[in-house]
């Protein structure tokens, strides 16, 4: 690599992944849903952690001295780091002359903001691993959302997961909506606004709370022709895995620049579908 000019050292490429992962590690909306206990070690796309799930014990009424004892199998599951994205720019002679710690922060907030809406994106359309008996609303008749109807198609939201045993001690739902969703929720009087929560902790990011579940935003929940799959569920539900595996500098012979991109590996898997439920919908006028 080409010598350093003056200020160039906020652009090495070490301090830019360091700083980067932390901020990866914080706010994005899905990343407060999911849980990452598999993560493991993970250099390349392609790669896979086994998720090994324990098998269901019985319970037995005793009704002579001998005892019968089952025979478990735990399940595995592959989840498969799949997704591969990278981000790449150039960094001008003049630019680095003039760099400083503000100009490579902004460069990492924006890296940041880039990568966690595809993540964002990926981890929404989990939906389709959603049980029916924990779908609220068809593809061909999406319930109507307004004002009045909100709380309660919420509320079946959470009654379903807490029928398919999803909901216990100690485990709290969540549900993503998006900003036009989040403007009809703001005017239902079930809804509890973050700064009346108690002395509860809600997920960071979260604007509150109803119908028992902790509610964020994401502008990354889109329509698709023109209904929305509003996600909830708990935590137990999708694993996530990911890495920035690189991010490099190079000179470009080209220019007077140098070329810096970054390279990204994720990829998540619905362990516990019904632990997820969702809402088929379309906002009303």
Known sequence: MT?????????????WSQKLNQMLEKNCVMLQCVNRNWEGDIKNQGDT???????????????SSSITYD?????????????KKFFAFKIDDVSQAQSN??????HLANAKKAIEEVQ????????????SANTIGTEAAPIELDKSTIYENFVKLSLALKNSDAVQAGVRPWVVINPTIEAYLLQSPEFISAYKVADE???????GRIAGMDVLVSTNLTDVDDKYYVLAGTNNAITFASQL????????????SDLVRGLYLYGAKAVQPKALAKLICTVGE
Do not use: C, W
């Not at 010598?3 to 301090?15: C, E, H, L």
């Not at 964002?120 to 049980?131: A, F, I, P, Q």
């Open 3 to 15: 010598s350093q000019t003056p200020g160039y050292s906020a652009f090495v490429p070490q301090i």
């Open 49 to 63: 952690v086994k998720i090994i799930t324990p098998a269901e014990v019985s319970v037995s009424t005793l009704t």
């Open 71 to 83: 025979t478990l199998t735990p399940t595995s599951q592959d989840l498969v780091i799949d997704q």
């Open 101 to 106: 710690s503000d100009i490579m922060e902004a």
């Open 120 to 131: 964002d994106s990926y981890l929404l359309g989990l939906h389709t691993n959603v049980v």
């Open 201 to 207: 902790t809600l997920r960071e990011g979260s604007i």
């Open 245 to 256: 595996a690189k991010i490099e500098s190079l000179r470009d012979k080209d220019s007077f």
